[in-house]
């Protein structure tokens, strides 16, 4: 399998080198399953010089630790259009058979890619969410963000008849195929409610892992505001009520296709090879 890992970004010039080296740390070499990663960043138009950082290190062979086979692509933007716009830019450039939504920050670790993709690789999951309140060690930090975000995961559940415990979570893994058919148009941070409502309404199977966490203080360059939550708020009830139809126009039966085909090629291989 070809594993596309998106990365949008936007003023991390500050962290943006020692994200570079821990994703460089990432174990794909547990992943049996993953013999090659393309590597997908697309700059929201950067302002503290970003862009220029990430264009030198992107004209420079990427290696991981394992030596897995890797290709980096580099997509900048020339304005700001918000997160949900970057990460469309990523998904629809993707090829790989899975594509895996990572943040350039140091909040979450590519120290758990294994965890995430097993269940894709097992024919177990079509989506995995990595959970950062079921049982992992993270960072205590603000009161009032975790109750939001309790708030906004009971709505999403509510509407997408789910039972999730963290649906803003960046970390979002789903079939590449899958992922390249829905219709996702949120620009902003709306991205996140909007991706978990049409992967629910999609039928994909959608599993949970732990994740460690380290969440940054505003001091440290943490972006969500209270505004945020309440643009997550009207992303719920629009998905949820108003604009339902998950896929591209036509892409649901291209979808249906290649996991059909998919699935009959995983059931002619010998069990040990199955993923």
Known sequence: ?????????????????????????????????????????????????????????CDKPFVFDCDTATNVKFLPQSVNRGKGAALIVGINNTTGDLVLVQDADLEYSPQD????????????????????????????????????????????NMFCNLNATDMETC????????????????????????????????GARIFEVPISYSGRTYSEGKKIRARDGVAALYHILKFGIWDRNPFKSGMEQKFNKVEAETNKSSQNLPLDKAA
């Open 1 to 57: 399998m070809k594993l596309s890992i998106v990365i949008p970004v936007y003023n991390e010039r500050r962290c943006f080198n020692d994200f570079w080296e821990g994703l460089k740390k990432a174990p794909i070499n547990k992943c049996a399953f993953i013999r090659e990663v393309e590597i997908i960043i697309v700059d929201d138009g950067s302002t503290d010089g970003t862009s220029q950082l990430v264009k030198e290190l």
């Open 113 to 156: 890619y294994p965890i995430l993709l097993q269940p894709l690789g097992d024919g177990k999951a079509d989506a995995v969410f990595g959970s950062r309140f079921i049982g992992s060690t993270r960072r205590v930090l603000y009161f009032w963000h975790a109750l939001a975000n309790h708030f906004l995961t009971f709505l999403s």
């Open 171 to 202: 970390y979002k893994v789903m079939r590449g195929a899958l992922a390249r058919s829905l219709r996702l148009t949120s620009k902003r941070f709306g991205i996140e409610p909007e991706m978990v409502s049409r992967l629910a309404r999609s």
